[in-house]
């Protein structure tokens, strides 16, 4: 059985990464979600298929589309878990259990019977319930038969939040089948279980039905409009229930409107009277059908829609209230509007998983209707976690109450409600009074953004202004705006888009599809401003690279064994590449030479899913021993992943790798993840040449401006900010002179300079590993002693990291912190040394009262000044010293030495002791603290898990860096003025999706240079868990100033992109540019720099731009872009007397600029060098400088350019 798979839109978790989701969990924790009022649900997890709202995360053995042994339907679940192997149904968005009484499954033991598992809830990856089978199969699973399996939530302490389901195997056991698995409201009927009927279905021992009446006292609805009339049955003990079956239903006048099960139609204008029979009794409701009158449309706001015509797909309807979330005859904009029966404190809960933050969005807006009556007394609250934070009489926010048919808007300032954290999650409706109301009516619930002045659009573009298909294939395009004030924002409505050959292209808005053969030009118009794009729908030829065996020239560069003439599998031939994807590992074919990417389309091959499926993996394109693009192979799956038994046919084309311009000569299929997977096949792997490649024009854009001025804001640039960290696992082959490269990193806090030896912490194991040489057998031979002496003799400094935790490995044998035998069975353990756990149990709970001794010896301030002894008689010369490497979270990553969360006293503590031993060793010593990991440690301390909490409140409520500045200026003034900390030093890594990582592609690419902005600008928000603006250089500067002015700044970790693709090249570049123009006085880049790659071009830019040693050093001056956003500017006013402007085109196509030089325009012209993604930093020619002073260049798409101008 065989599929074809093109790309689909890759899925994406709300909170992608772990500790953002502690973030948002910390300052929600004053509670779960819950729901107000009753609420009758049912929730699908699998029923023949997964739910759509679960992704299928377990690694062990399963078959999700089992069909011999089935409870109901067609399919099963068929589940082979073994000890340490769990299915896992993980929620896209979190859910409520409180809205569940019950989670039911049927289990069946096959042949065999009496398995056993454990049953576990989870929340963000961690346990919140684990129930072992014995509690509800006491003998196990019964052989051949079907048993229901129902837990009772509460009774095991699932409350509140969570988004997993774990079904754990144990010991050594048979396959075994679940089936109809879900969540039950405590109202939902299974259809297997006793329940209540309605009124006609009484159950035994119920009060006599003694009359009826209808919910509504009168029922007005519109012209073709559609209402139901609610109908109770009153009982002679006082209880009511609504009636919903045995009514018999009739209408005055059947040409004003009709009833059916309840359900009244609106015909024409007029009134009726509507009439119910039922055991015998009477009752009648008078109906009036008014006018349509077509709403008006949906209104284009600055922000988003909470509810217009239908809930956002960020929020959750939780509510507890008779409502209806599509009503057609009470509306304001478009076709649908919420109705609500206000009763008691019954509520419209609209919820949302990911937090609403309040310095994005200023205001709530709503509308709302009284219906027939009005009057309506409402409260509105907002929620955090299901506690509210914020509460206010709606009624009394509209001028003269909630009127009659009228519709009132309700603006909230939410700055003014001064929420926690300045955030909430939830908006909650709720009658204000008690018993019920009449309906009333609520519309466009809008969240509004700050008011900024509107910038003037400058350019419209479209995001791929050259785009190849293949016939059939299909992609989209996207107009976007960008702003003369640096912004970029995506049109999505008022857009009007045209091609020029219908024939070559079908266009739908803004989505394309492949048609024949040729190039097609797209129009995008938007007000007054229109752009274009070239789209090449082409043809292609198939470059075999293995069919049976490896194509002529291809070599088996794989970093283990790898079978190449597999023939259990085959897709054609009799030959396939048979790889169990485990550990990372790969299969690498690497050819003699090279490809050029401009002239193929991309690559296809078939993969085989074999006995298991669900593989992940990675395909990554390589040049020599560079990656320069990655995709997830998941994104080109069916839904489910990789089928098992069955070969599914695979494209990638070079743009999804983001590659345009350049060379490569291997690809790789990788594994990603370190566990066993089972194994893959692979076979008829081809490259797909563009039979018309060089053939698609680049859309004209216009000319933008650049504009110097050498007399304003001057700033002296530091040479220091273009460092790197010493990657001591792959040194950089690069021989530039780097100024100061940093010892620093996880290893570095537990290295022992005497014995040569560095624990790797939570990276690999808790591993101590010893480096090659014992400097006690060669003295001088250590790492760090042969670092310092190669840094120095480039006429560089070396910033030191020395250990402040209290402990280091004790020897030179390899040892590790959580032993398998010692502490018992681990979720992983070390591929290299196998009873190396990762201090984590089976059920995901920590290793705890484990030894620090294991691995370590306790050390002291003494163990550093000694190594500075050390040091100046080996004559290397040191005077940078950091405090140790990221100490917030020692309990992550040095759980085994030091599992308590750091506090402020603690840091701050051996601050004191170790910055006054160094100082006493030194005096001259400049010293570096407290190297924070980021953003939550710039403001709190782990004890308090990113949010406000006792340790910050108990220390003035200050953040914690102005807390530490200001620890240091009163030691300081209490000790002769001398400071302990000379360099605020910190950390940052974008959170923005991709932005750090190899990533190439074009979500990737966009985030990665808007990503810049969050070290300046003041208004730049990324798309990340902060959601506020960082600039965090002017951030930093601000609280030295307002604590301990003439302290310097240190950015010590950061990186803008770790692989060698064009765009980590460039981002790197303008990074620099950007450090010199605010003020930064050290920075080194942490990852690897390979010699020859985009990334080591950024740094040759500024330090040898010529080759022969020319490096640029001054003072930063100004340079402004007319359109920041594509092509970024930066003057340097060298101290050689040259004007050096620097220009990063981070556009996918050639821009053209003109420069206008100043005071230099009198130049005669400048020298030219330039990178790109085909080209390593080299001299490009001359340009003379025009008449008018300005300086006319064509920047080519994505690179950096150095204008030298001689003055």
Avoid at 679 to 700: C, F, K, T, W
Avoid at 778 to 786: A, I, K, L, N
Avoid at 901 to 928: C, H, L, M, N, R
Avoid at 1012 to 1032: G, H
Wanted: hydrophobic share 35%; proline share 5%.
């Amino acid at each position: 059985m065989e599929t074809t798979s093109r790309r689909k839109l890759p899925w994406r978790k709300p909170l992608t990464a772990v500790l953002a989701s502690a973030v948002l969990l910390g300052q929600l924790a004053v509670g779960p979600a819950k729901t107000y009022g009753d609420s009758e649900r049912l929730l699908t997890v699998y029923d023949d298929s997964l739910s759509a709202e679960f992704a299928d995360y377990g690694w062990a053995q399963s078959d999700l589309a089992e069909t011999g042994t089935v409870h109901s339907g067609s399919r099963s679940i068929q589940l082979d878990a073994d000890e340490g192997q769990a299915l896992y149904f993980y929620k896209d968005r979190i859910m409520n259990a409180d809205d569940y009484g019950r989670f039911s499954f049927w289990a069946n033991g096959g042949a065999a019977g009496g398995q056993a598992f454990k049953l576990v809830f989870s929340l963000g990856g961690q346990a919140v319930a684990e129930i072992p089978s014995t509690e509800l199969l006491p003998g196990g699973i019964p052989a051949d038969t079907w048993t229901k399996v129902s837990v009772k939530l509460a009774d095991y302490g699932v409350r509140g939040i969570i988004d997993g389901i774990w079904i754990w195997g144990a010991g050594e056991q048979e396959s075994f089948y679940l089936d109809d698995m879900r969540f039950e409201g405590e109202g939902a009927g299974t259809g297997e279980e006793p329940g209540g009927g309605g009124p006609g279905e009484e159950d035994p021992g119920q009060a006599e039905v003694t009359g009826i009446v209808f919910s509504q006292n009168i029922l007005t609805l519109r012209e073709g409009g559609l209402r139901p009339a609610g109908l109770n049955a009153v009982r002679a003990d006082g209880s009511s229930a609504p009636v919903t079956t045995g009514v018999a239903w009739s209408t005055d006048d059947a040409s004003i409107a009709t009833v059916a099960n309840g359900l009244v139609s609106g015909l024409r204008p007029g009134t009726t009277t509507i009439r119910a029979a039922y055991e015998g009794l009477e009752a009648q409701i008078d109906v009036t059908v008014v006018e349509g009158a077509p709403a008006g449309p949906i209104e284009e706001i600055d922000g988003d829609y909470v509810y217009a015509d239908a809930l956002s797909g960020d929020f959750a309807d939780y509510s507890g209230i008779s409502h209806d979330l599509a009503e057609a005859d009470t509306v304001r904009t478009g076709h649908s509007s919420i109705r609500l029966e206000p009763d008691g404190d019954k509520g419209l809960y609209l919820y949302s998983g990911i937090p609403v933050n309040a310095r994005t969005y200023d205001r709530l807006r709503l509308w709302v209707n009284g219906g027939e009556t009005g009057g309506q007394q409402f409260s509105l609250k907002l929620t955090q976690g299901g506690a509210p934070v914020a509460e206010l009489d709606l009624d009394a926010l509209v001028t003269g109450g909630i009127a009659a048919n009228t519709w009132s808007e309700v603006t909230l300032n939410l700055t003014d409600l001064k929420l926690p954290g300045a955030i909430f999650d939830g908006i909650l409706l709720q009658g204000a009074t008690n018993g019920v109301q009449p309906a009333a009516y609520i519309d466009d619930i809008a969240l509004l953004k700050k008011f900024v002045a509107s910038a003037q659009i400058a350019e419209l573009r479209i995001d791929k202004p050259r785009t190849v298909l293949l016939p059939g294939e299909s992609n989209s395009l996207s107009a976007e705006a960008y702003y003369a004030g640096g912004d970029t924002k995506s049109l999505t409505e008022g857009v009007a888009w045209t091609v020029d050959r219908p024939d070559v292209l079908q266009l739908d808005g803004g989505a394309i599809k492949g048609i024949s053969p040729g190039i097609a030009k797209v129009t995008a118009t938007y007000k007054t401003f229109s752009t274009e794009a070239y789209v090449q729908v082409t043809e292609i030829a198939a470059e075999p690279v293995y069919g049976d065996a490896l194509a002529d020239g291809f070599r088996n560069y794989s970093w283990h064994d790898k079978d190449l003439a597999n023939a259990e599998q085959v897709h054609g031939g009799a030959k396939s590449i048979k790889f169990n994807p485990s550990g990372w590992d790969g299969v690498w074919l690497s050819h003699d030479g090279k490809f050029d990417i401009e002239q193929y389309y991309g690559l296809r091959f078939w993969i085989h899913g074999g006995a298991t499926g669900g593989q992940q993996l990675l395909v990554h394109a390589y040049d020599g021993d560079a990656g320069i693009g990655a995709v997830d192979l998941n994104d080109y799956l069916p839904e489910g992943g990789l089928p098992a038994g069955q070969w599914t046919e695979v494209t990638v084309s070079m743009a999804d790798l983001g590659l345009s311009a350049g060379s490569f000569d291997g690809l790789i299929f990788q594994a990603a993840t370190d566990r066993d997977q089972g194994v893959v096949y692979i076979d008829d792997v081809s490259l797909l040449r563009n039979l018309h490649a060089g053939e698609l024009p680049e859309p004209q854009l216009p000319q933008l401006s650049v504009d110097v001025d050498t007399s304003a804001d001057r700033k002296p640039i530091n040479p220091e900010i273009y460092g790197i960290n010493y990657d001591d696992m792959h040194p950089t082959q690069s021989t530039l002179p780097f100024p100061v490269q940093r010892w620093g990193g996880n290893n570095t806090t537990r290295y022992n300079w005497q014995l040569n030896v560095a624990n790797r912490a939570n990276d690999w194991y808790y591993i101590n590993y010893p480096y090659e040489n014992d400097p006690r057998e060669e003295p001088g031979s250590s790492v760090t002693d042969r670092l310092i002496s190669g840094v120095n003799a480039q006429g560089g400094k070396v910033l030191l990291t020395v250990p402040t935790i209290g402990w280091t490995p004790k020897d030179r044998e390899i040892r590790y912190g959580f032993s398998v035998k010692k502490y018992g069975v681990q979720e992983s353990v070390a591929d290299d040394v196998k009873d190396a756990g990762n201090g984590v149990k089976k059920d995901g709970s920590f290793v705890t009262g484990n030894d620090p001794k294991d691995t370590s010896m306790a050390i002291g301030p003494t163990f550093v000044t000694d190594w500075m002894e050390h040091l100046k008689d080996i004559g290397n010369e040191v005077n940078y010293y950091a405090l140790d490497n990221e100490p917030e979270i020692w309990n992550s990553t040095h759980r085994d030495v030091h599992p308590q969360a750091p506090t402020y006293d603690e840091i701050w503590g051996f601050t004191q002791k170790y910055g006054a031993a160094i100082k006493a060793k030194d005096p001259s010593a400049k010293v570096f603290g407290p190297t924070s990991w980021g953003w939550c440690a710039y403001f709190y301390s782990s004890a308090d898990v990113c949010a406000e909490g006792p340790d910050r409140a108990a220390h003035g409520n200050t953040p914690f860096l102005e807390w530490y500045l200001q620890q240091v200026a009163d030691y300081a003034a209490s000790h002769d003025g001398q400071r302990l900390v000379d360099y605020l030093d910190i950390h940052y890594y974008s959170q923005s999706a991709g932005v750090p990582d190899a990533d190439e592609g074009p979500g990737t690419v966009k985030r990665r240079f808007q990503g810049l902005k969050a070290l300046y600008d003041p208004d730049y928000v990324d798309d990340s868990w902060i959601q506020e603006p960082i600039r965090l250089i002017p951030r930093m500067k601000e609280i030295i100033d307002s604590r301990l002015p003439g302290t310097k700044l240190a950015l010590t970790e950061y990186n803008f992109g770790n692989g060698n693709g064009i765009s980590a090249g460039v981002a790197q570049a303008e990074a620099l540019a950007i450090f010199g123009r605010e003020g930064l006085d050290l920075a080194t880049r942490f990852g690897t720099l390979p010699a020859g790659t985009p990334l080591e071009d950024a740094f040759k830019l500024y330090l040898d731009y010529d080759g022969n040693g020319s490096q640029i050093r001054g003072d930063s001056v100004r340079a402004v872009s007319s359109l920041p956003d594509a092509v970024g500017s930066y003057a340097i006013d060298g101290s050689d007397g040259k004007l050096y402007v620097l220009l990063f085109n981070k556009d996918t196509v050639t821009r053209e600029v003109n420069v206008g030089l100043g005071e230099a325009a009198g130049a005669g012209a400048a020298e030219l060098y330039r990178f790109d993604a085909a080209t390593r930093l080299s001299a490009a020619g001359a340009k003379t400088v025009g008449e008018d002073g300005k300086l006319t260049l064509r920047l080519a798409a994505r690179s950096a350019t150095l204008a030298v101008v001689t003055r």
